[in-house]
T-cell receptor, first 117, second 116 residues
């Protein structure tokens, strides 16, 4: 149980285009979802936290107009990278929790590698 | 603010040997600490967590970690390495974001290689 999927697993796009990444909880209801970014040889950095039906809260330094997060249902959250540029290339990981506001029960997706040319 | 430091980005051990992955934490409050494992092309999986109960925490796959407040450490160990233990391991500490949400802060990870 407690499986989280991400789609796509990898994506290549041209600079200036937008890319949408989906995160789904397959067998539980995800009240809270987290989005992370991971650079090579670095740790996962939390970008934002979203509760179903509410606006996402973004960590300091994360541009909310660039990284649009939607958590419209209890099983789906999306991250849209708008007007992507090469510096946005990274590994994006989502996680989901069945408990609102609790970070220590997170189930992680396998990640999406974004390459912006 | 809470943070963790993982010493050693790469660790290699022989099959059957002791596995020791190091993690030191910094926290202004009693910490909740975690170890996660990531196998290739898979999401992070929780190995074990410390939540201020017993200082020696046992996890899955034969791993355990000991919370040592005096050393601000939470090192991960396994008595006998198996080939299937080869993976990336992350230490994490629970904290609070600027908005009052709970969040996990991760270390930079340690890649464990098992030598046959």
């Amino acid at each position: 149980g407690a499986v989280v999927s991400q789609h796509p697993s990898w994506v290549i796009c041209k600079s200036g285009t937008s890319v949408k990444i989906e995160c789904r909880s397959l067998d539980f209801q995800a009240t809270t979802m987290f989005w992370y970014r991971q650079f090579p040889k670095q740790s996962l950095m939390l970008m934002a936290t979203s509760n179903e039906g509410s606006k996402a809260t973004y960590e300091q330094g994360v541009e909310k107009d660039k990284f649009l997060i939607n958590h419209a249902s209890l099983t789906l959250s999306t991250l849209t990278v708008t007007s992507a540029h090469p510096e946005d290339s990274s590994f994006y990981i989502c996680s989901a929790s069945p408990l609102a506001g609790f970070a220590d029960t997170q189930y992680f997706g396998p990640g999406t590698r974004l390459t912006v040319l | 603010a809470q943070s963790v430091t993982q010493l050693g980005s790469h660790v290699s051990v022989s099959e059957g040997a002791l596995v020791l992955l190091r993690c030191n934490y910094s926290s202004s409050v009693p910490p909740y600490l975690f170890w996660y494992v990531q196998y290739p092309n898979q999401g992070l999986q929780l190995l074990l967590k410390y939540t201020s109960a017993a200082t020696l925490v046992k996890g899955i796959n034969g791993f355990e970690a000991e919370f040592k407040k005096s050393e601000t450490s939470f090192h991960l160990t396994k008595p006998s390495a198996h080939m299937s233990d080869a993976a990336e391991y992350f230490c994490a500490v629970r904290g609070i974001s600027n908005f009052g949400n709970e969040k996990l802060t991760f270390g930079t990870g340690t890649r464990l290689t098992i030598i046959p």
